[in-house]
């Protein structure tokens, strides 16, 4: 089983930044994806960004490319999402995700990823 728990959030000023964080632990993965999803009340979850963890390969969202960038450390098995100039539509509760493929899934589905951790809120202010 693996575990999946994200740290950072908060409450942030429109055009300012935020880190988030997160640790999976248990079985460990390999050359897998993982993302980064968010989600509103009321509106399904979408995907933010992943990584394809063999070849560091990363996916965006539209709405966030050349703001967020997202990295992994393999050795400590963790996912960051730095969050540059933020705004007031990027709030919602954002959500670390792990699939146990490489291979055959499309990184913005929740459906084909397997682990997810609790989520944590981040809340821009206008």
């Known amino acids: 089983q693996v575990q999946v728990v994200e740290s950072g959030g908060g409450t942030v000023q429109a055009g300012g930044s935020l880190r988030l964080s997160c640790a999976a632990s248990?079985?460990?993965?390999?050359?897998?994806?993982m993302g980064w999803f968010r989600q509103v009340p009321g509106k399904e979850r979408e995907g933010v960004a992943a990584i394809y963890t063999a070849r560091a390969t990363t996916y965006y969202a539209d709405s966030v490319k050349g703001r967020f960038t997202i990295s992994r450390d393999n050795a400590k098995n963790t996912l960051d999402l730095q969050m540059n100039r933020l705004k007031p539509e990027d709030t919602a509760a954002y959500y670390c995700a792990a699939s146990r493929y490489g291979g055959g899934i499309n990184w913005r589905t929740p459906d084909d990823y397997q682990y997810w951790g609790q989520g944590t809120q981040v809340t821009v202010s206008s």
């Open positions: 248990g079985n460990t993965l390999k050359n897998n994806y």
